[in-house]
């Protein structure tokens, strides 16, 4: 009889999801440390709301409809209820607004960080799932509430690393865009099609968005997508705003942007760093009033290293309509969302030691000593593991290489009948690292390496992480 083979399933990740290490998320938990302090400075404090929500509590917002259950990732629960995983960290704080409404402070101001799902088509730094960094204030309908978020998105972009003239914020109305619309006599009904369209400028420019507006548009690939069915006045007046050309002045909308604007610059915030922009629309329909988009200033290359046009690293605006979804009583908010992962990519290049020097004690022939060392060094905030591998020497070497290690530790009999250890400078000794295979050979290599007291480890260990710096 033959031998039925073992049925495994295969290691591989699904489309538009992804692995990270431990260099990428402490960059990130960095990045993340420097916009918390940012937020807070401004009297924002943090909530946190689970990952999934009720699917009818997160509405259908999102612009990328022709995916399946509009764009979420939805399960039914075992009481027959659809959950989806949140896509936003906005729609899930009108929830919590809604239930909680009489007990909160007006206006409530708070910060959210964590990951969103989407269900859209994967692609070359597009990922299903990411992390944002939310701040909102609901309850004023001021355009101080507004401006606020636009200065300290600012400040928290310049925190992360970005220098004057690497970034700017861009502001425009959605009310600027229904003015259009009713102007040229456009069906409401394509205004979500016009809005995907529009969302598409900076990538597409103003021929690719012509013909979104129109009958569709052909991409690299060949796959053609439908477009909003204007005819070519109707196109010519969407296409003047996004171009600055079409007379705004009369437009509802202007007075909030130029109003924000009045503060932004008061406040120090110029033109270099916040900017009024008629093309800047942002996809989610949720939108009611002025929309917030940052955008980065400075060539981007991707994994090919080919320079890229990166779009932006965080947007938001006003959305006065979302707790009245569940209380029937409207409720103005704005808020503005980092899209943290987006920025990391961007920022990979950036030379910022995400993780302090890592120090390995290697394991010979005490192990309570090595652990007792390796303790007094964390003691004194060094970053230390002790080696819990093999015992052949070689292979600790290689293993301290290999994790990127800054400085090995030893201590033998030797050297402990001595009350001494030795040190190890793997950055100066790397290439004998990758190759010494027994004590002799590693402790004959006197370039790289030194022998201290006993008593003194922490201070040497600490002059030499000072001198690889």
């Not at 109305?173 to 369209?197: E, F, P, Q």
């Not at 420019?205 to 991409?219: I, N, P, Q, S």
């Not at 800054?406 to 004998?432: F, H, P, Q």
């Amino acid at each position: 009889m033959k031998e039925q083979k073992t049925s495994r399933p295969k290691a591989r990740l699904p489309r538009g999801f992804r692995d990270r290490g431990a260099a990428e998320i402490a960059r990130e938990r960095a990045v993340l440390d420097k916009i918390r302090a940012v937020y807070e400075s401004y009297g924002f404090e943090q909530l946190e709301t689970p990952a999934f929500e009720y699917t009818d509590a997160l509405g259908k917002f999102l612009p990328d409809v022709d995916r399946p259950n509009e764009g979420v990732f939805s399960l039914k629960d075992d009481d027959e209820q659809w959950m989806s995983l949140r896509y936003d960290l906005t729609a899930p704080l009108a929830r919590y607004v809604a239930e909680n409404f009489q007990n909160l402070p007006k206006p409530f101001r708070r910060y959210a960080v964590g990951s969103v799902w989407r269900n859209e088509k994967p692609g070359p730094g597009r990922f299903r799932e990411f992390t944002q960094f939310d701040a909102d204030t609901v309850g004023s309908n001021s355009p101080s509430a507004d401006a606020e978020l636009l200065m300290m998105a600012c400040d928290a972009l310049e925190a992360v690393g970005l220098k004057r003239g690497e970034y700017v914020v861009k502001i425009n109305s959605r009310k600027l865009l229904d003015g259009v619309l009713t102007s040229a006599n456009i069906d409401m009904s394509k205004r979500g099609t016009v809005l995907r369209a529009i969302d598409k400028f900076d990538r597409l420019g103003e021929r690719g968005v012509a013909a979104l507006l129109g009958e569709g548009r052909k991409d690299e690939s060949g796959d053609f997508t439908k477009g909003a069915g204007l005819d070519a006045s109707q196109t010519a007046q969407v296409m003047r705003l996004l171009t600055g050309s079409a007379d705004t002045a009369s437009l509802s909308g202007m007075e909030d942007l130029t109003a924000i604007k009045a503060i932004t610059s008061a406040a120090g915030y110029g033109d270099d760093r916040v900017q009024i922009d008629t093309s800047i629309i942002r996809g989610l329909d949720y939108y009611t009033g002025p929309v917030f988009e940052a955008q980065l200033q400075f060539a981007v290359q991707n994994d090919a290293g080919e320079e890229v046009v990166f779009g932006s690293v965080a947007g938001g605006g006003r959305y006065d309509d979302l707790v009245a979804r569940f209380t029937g009583q409207q409720v103005p908010a704005t808020g503005i969302s980092i899209g943290v992962s987006r920025l990391l990519s961007a920022l990979k290049d950036r030379n910022e030691a995400a993780l302090s020097p890592l120090v390995v004690v290697l394991a010979l022939d005490d192990a309570q000593s090595s652990f007792r060392m390796a303790s007094e060094l964390r003691a004194a905030g060094i970053r230390v593991e002790t080696y819990v591998g093999t015992k052949k020497f070689g292979d600790q070497l290689k293993y301290a290489d290999k994790r990127g290690a800054a400085i090995a530790v030893m201590e033998g009999s030797d050297e402990r009948a001595r009350g001494e250890v030795t040190l190890k400078d793997l950055a100066l000794g790397a290439e004998l690292a990758k190759t010494v295979e027994t004590r002799a050979e590693w402790v004959g290599n006197r370039e790289a390496q030194i022998s201290v007291k006993r008593s003194d480890l922490v201070m040497n260990v600490r002059n030499m992480l000072a001198r690889g710096k």
